[in-house]
């Protein structure tokens, strides 16, 4: 079955670079998704991947992929105060996304 | 430029007392999703609509159902709500459904007394 696992919590401190790590199990994926939650705010999306890929930058996200180990990973360069929430990784399967449980990113002074 | 519009944001209902939620899209985009996120857990995958298709998760409860008037809106009726239903309810739009992105609404917290 399908199941996508991350660490619950991640603290930094404010400019240091912060990693965010996800494993899944469905190897048919064909993109992966890292999504931004807010406190009570819906899902933004922040990037993707496409599977065939092993990184991909946007700014100060950096997404790598291990398509071996299914193991996938979201840095943020220069974390800010504002970048405090929650992350979701996903793998897209037909017809749905496959979320995990969220890592809670705290970034203090 | 909002995309996906969900009304009310927060939503206050009595124990079995019918409710509606309500979602539509400016992206004319064919799939309309409803997930369910309970506090502190993964967004849970209830049902999608592609175009008039209603495609329903095998375990959604029958308390759970969904209308498409039209490709703008759809609804998410909750018949008999009970304390469990608490939660954030996401509406979400993707052009298909082969894996192609999928873009949230900021979502309905409901409440139950």
């Known amino acids: 079955g399908e199941d996508v696992e991350q660490s619950l919590f991640l603290s930094v401190r404010e400019g240091d670079s912060s990693v965010i790590n996800c494993t899944y199990t469905?190897?048919?994926?064909?993109?992966l998704y890292w999504y931004k939650q807010e406190p009570g705010a819906g899902l933004q999306l922040l990037t993707y991947?496409?599977?065939?890929?092993d990184m991909k930058q946007d700014q100060r996200l950096t997404v790598l992929l291990n398509k071996k180990d299914k193991h996938l990973s979201l840095r943020i360069a220069d974390t800010q105060t504002g970048d405090s929430a929650i992350y979701f990784c996903?793998?897209?399967?037909?017809?749905?996304?496959?979320f995990g449980t969220g890592t809670r990113l705290q970034v203090f002074p | 430029d909002a995309m996906v519009i969900q009304n009310p944001r927060y939503q206050v209902t009595q124990f079995g007392k019918p409710v509606t939620l309500s979602c539509s899209q400016t992206?004319?985009?064919?799939?309309m999703y409803w997930y369910q996120q309970k506090s502190s857990q993964a967004p849970k995958l209830l049902f999608h609509?592609?175009?008039?298709?209603?495609?329903n998760e095998a375990d959604t409860p029958d308390n759970f159902q969904s209308r498409r008037p039209n490709t703008s809106f759809c609804f998410l009726d909750i018949r008999s709500p009970g304390l469990g239903d608490a939660a954030m309810y996401l509406c979400?739009?993707?052009?298909?459904?082969?894996?192609?992105?999928?873009?949230f609404g900021p979502g309905t917290r409901l409440l139950v007394l």
């Open positions: 979400a739009t993707s052009t298909g459904v082969n894996q192609e992105t999928q873009y």
């Open positions: 469905d190897s048919s994926s064909t993109y």
């Open positions: 991947i496409f599977s065939n890929m």
């Open positions: 996903a793998e897209s399967i037909p017809d749905k996304l496959i």
């Open positions: 992206l004319n985009h064919n799939v």
């Open positions: 609509y592609y175009d008039k298709d209603f495609n």
